[in-house]
């Protein structure tokens, strides 16, 4: 058995939301099915019908392996080895489930059909996907994370096999879950800001501002997408006046990690927990490891939980976990006013203010916080004192994003 790791674009993502507390040896177990085996290509139908099909899982214990095609618009077929399906669980196995303490996640593969189309300078989001856009996933996790599209019965991908018994069969649930995870259109509008940013054309040209415009629809389009949601990343365009966020980058705030800063959102932010009173100057501090998350206001108000880690989950996923990024980077959220269009080769200009909310929007990456509220995700290097106050901490925060000393800044606020 050989690991095959994703070749860029292609990527994975771990999280716990796919599944946590995976055994290794039950997925190794898994992996041991036969279906997984062989070097010769097969074709699968995708859904019901003849010979083999997709999607398809195999499982052992409580770790579970989804093989499926992503995408807006499925082929009616695929031809894939089933070695290479083999191939790509087990990295995520050995990058998930190994490095990550027992995670779940999913690697692509094939993604550059999608991202070909998208910096086509033919093809605004708007133009429907063709079939050839489709890619590979490979999903590894519990249970609840086994998805299939509404109307597609679980099918054994080799119906003649006797040593092989579908666990699910004929349970419906939601789309392929890369589906819905906002990777994907962060992964596509980073290849378009690529192609804006690096070409020597006009800024004027309809080719750059074909790929400013892909870019900012794309961005908008994983703001609103929600891991593990049943509703795909695809499923409408996103209008700029429904964006009051901004999300920055910055690698002033260190690397925390990844899994650290997962924990933080999944064993510390509660959205069914009570809501969370924040002052001026009295910042409130989850901290895991290498990643701390700073909630804090200019002005006294009060945050649902949900807020917090909706625009957390954005945070995370366009600054920490960024599959464009070859190193994490931290990051801030807040409610922002508007800010300069990109160049809009549709010339939809008109664009609501930022500050007007929308009554009974869907909370959302786009809108997750209110106004005078931000949440800052930063590598803490220095720790703070055990005793320290909720004002000393926020000082301590204060240095670290402006890269000062915290002894300086603060009075020994950290140590």
Same mark, same amino acid.
């Given at each position: ?13 771990? &999280? ?26 097969? #074709? ?32 009616? $077929? ?39 189309? $998208? ?60 589906? #819905? ?17 690096? $070409? ?43 964006? #009051?966020?901004?999300?920055?980058? &910055? ?38 490891? #290498? ?44 409610? $922002? ?79």
């Amino acid at each position: 058995m050989s690991i095959i790791p994703p070749n860029p674009p292609d990527f994975h993502v771990c &999280d716990n939301i796919y599944g946590a507390n995976l055994l290794y040896t039950d997925c190794i177990a898994a992996t041991m099915n036969p279906v997984l085996h062989g070097s010769q290509a097969l #074709t699968y139908t995708i859904g019901a019908g003849p010979g083999y099909n997709m999607p398809f899982t195999v499982s052992s214990g409580g770790c579970y392996i989804t093989i499926d095609v992503a995408g807006p618009n499925k082929p009616t $077929s695929v031809r894939a080895s089933p070695d290479f399906f083999l191939g790509s669980a087990l990295w995520v196995i050995a990058r998930c489930v190994v490095v990550g303490f027992g995670t779940g996640g999913f690697a692509t593969a094939s993604i550059r059909n999608i991202i070909n189309f $998208s910096t086509n300078i033919d093809n605004l989001v708007t133009v429907p996907y063709p079939p050839s856009t489709a890619f590979y996933t490979v999903l590894v996790g519990n249970l609840h994370s086994v998805n299939k599209r509404p109307g597609v019965p679980y099918l054994n991908p080799l119906q003649a096999n006797s040593l092989f018994t579908p666990p699910l069969k004929n349970i419906q649930a939601n789309p392929s879950p890369p589906d #819905t995870d906002p990777a994907i259109p962060i992964e596509i509008a980073a290849y378009n800001l690529i192609q804006f940013q690096f $070409s020597n054309l006009s800024p004027a040209s309809l080719e750059r501002r074909v790929w400013a415009y892909n870019a900012d629809s794309y961005h908008r389009q994983s703001l609103a997408s929600a891991r593990g949601s049943p509703q795909p990343w695809y499923t409408r365009a996103i209008a700029a006046a429904e964006d #009051t966020m901004t999300y920055e980058c &910055d690698a002033g705030l260190g690397n925390p990690a990844v899994e650290d800063c997962s924990q933080i959102r999944w064993d510390q932010v509660k959205p069914g927990g009570d809501s969370l009173a924040v002052a001026p100057g009295k910042g409130v501090f989850l901290h895991q490891n #290498t990643c701390t998350l700073a909630i804090t206001a200019s002005l006294a108000l009060t945050l649902t939980w949900a807020q917090i880690q909706t625009a957390l989950s954005a945070l995370l996923g366009l600054c920490v976990a960024n599959p464009s990024q070859d190193t994490p980077q931290g990051g801030r959220a807040y409610y $922002s006013p508007p800010a300069p269009a990109l160049n809009d080769p549709q010339q939809n200009n008109g664009k609501q203010h930022r500050e007007e909310k929308r009554d009974g929007a869907p909370l959302s990456g786009l809108n997750a916080l209110p106004p005078h509220a931000n949440i800052t995700i930063f590598q803490q290097k220095s720790t703070f004192q055990n005793d320290a106050s909720a004002e000393e901490k926020t000082c301590a925060w204060g240095a670290v994003v402006k890269g000062e000393s915290i002894a300086q800044a603060c009075g020994g606020g950290g140590g």
